[in-house]
């Protein structure tokens, strides 16, 4: 889930999130994964999170994302202070 920095003052080029479903409107998303890719484009972390509240559609189609794929992902709160960490 974790792929560790290599160089902690690398400039970063891209933060992506992909998000599932919690809800039926626009708004009801939730975080489910978070990466960080680097000016040269490696991928210098990776974070799952578990939901913390029930899940209505994987949204699979955007994420790829399907039922047991995040059942070992970290808390919330653990993925932000990763990223936090790293930027």
Do not use: C
Request: charged share 25%.
């Amino acid at each position: 889930m974790l792929t560790e920095l290599n160089d902690r003052s690398e400039e970063f080029l891209s933060i992506d999130v992909e998000s599932i479903a919690t809800g039926y409107t626009h708004e009801d998303r939730h975080p489910v994964t978070v990466s960080v890719v680097n000016i040269k484009g490696d991928v210098i972390y990776e974070g799952i999170i578990k939901p913390s509240i029930p899940v209505v559609s994987y949204l699979t189609i955007l994420t790829g994302l399907k039922k047991g794929d995040l059942d070992n992902g970290e808390s919330m709160e653990i993925v932000l202070e990763n990223v936090s960490w790293q930027i």
